[in-house]
């Protein structure tokens, strides 16, 4: 069964420090997203990107992100200045065109010290 | 704006009893509505969805969740638990003009007793 992929599993990281994390959506998906988990909170949607460009964002998902499909396969959540609070477990997330199920991978778990 | 609400954070119940996990939302329009399931260090599993066909919505498992617009609950049951099904589920909305935007309950964490 297709599955959304997400590398690293876990990440550590010094405050200040920028992080990408990595996901290759399922491969006749054209929507995209970016959830995260903070520890003991819920799942909070991010962002979704369409057609090479951002559809919709949350306001959680500020200057300090940004998200990028460098290739056909790959699509990446990039978190300029890490800070103690992005600390998180992060989902990335695909769909078909015109369908309202997503499916998920299994998450990247960040910590930032 | 959408919002969901899973009544009980933790449920517990023993192996082949009923399991009821509790879900009400809130939406402006007409909703979507799913259920994910999340196992231990493992990511999010669509266990099912409601997306206006049957309110009766079958999924994997075993489970299944009735869609009752009068009360905006979509409550998930399982006949008869079992020790596998131990997790934490999820209930999410998500609005029919809303670019697939899911909205998530805090989540039940579901402890099955032997």
């Known amino acids: 069964e297709p599955e959304v992929t997400q590398t690293p599993s876990h990440q550590v990281t010094q405050m200040g420090q920028e992080v990408i994390l990595r996901c290759v959506p399922i491969?006749?998906?054209?929507?995209f997203y970016w959830y995260r988990q903070i520890l003991g909170q819920k799942v909070e949607f991010l962002v979704s990107?369409?057609?090479?460009?951002?559809?919709?964002k949350s306001e959680i998902f500020d200057d300090q992100f940004s998200v990028e499909r460098p290739d056909g396969s790959n699509f990446t959540l990039k978190i300029r200045s890490t800070k103690l609070e992005d600390s998180a477990m992060y989902f990335c997330?695909?769909?078909?065109?015109?369908?309202?199920?997503?499916?998920f991978g299994e998450g990247s778990w960040l910590t930032v010290v | 704006a959408q919002s969901v609400t899973q009544l009980g954070s933790h449920v517990s119940v023993s192996e082949g009893a009923l399991v009821l996990l509790r879900c009400n939302y809130s939406?402006?329009?007409?909703?979507?509505l799913f259920w994910y399931v999340q196992y231990p260090n493992q990511g999010l599993q669509l266990l099912l969805k409601?997306?206006?066909?049957?309110?009766l919505v079958k999924g994997i498992n075993g489970f299944e969740a009735e869609f009752k617009k009068s009360e905006t609950s979509f409550h998930l049951t399982k006949p008869s638990a079992h020790m596998s099904d131990a997790a934490e589920y999820f209930c999410?909305?998500?609005?029919?003009?809303?670019?697939?935007?899911?909205?998530f309950g805090g989540g039940t964490r579901l402890m099955v007793k032997p």
């Open positions: 997330a695909s769909s078909e065109a015109g369908a309202y199920t997503i499916y």
């Open positions: 491969s006749n998906h054209l929507y």
């Open positions: 990107f369409y057609n090479n460009e951002i559809s919709e």
């Open positions: 939406s402006s329009v007409p909703p979507y």
């Open positions: 409601y997306t206006s066909a049957a309110t």
């Open positions: 999410a909305v998500s609005e029919r003009n809303a670019g697939n935007m899911l909205t």
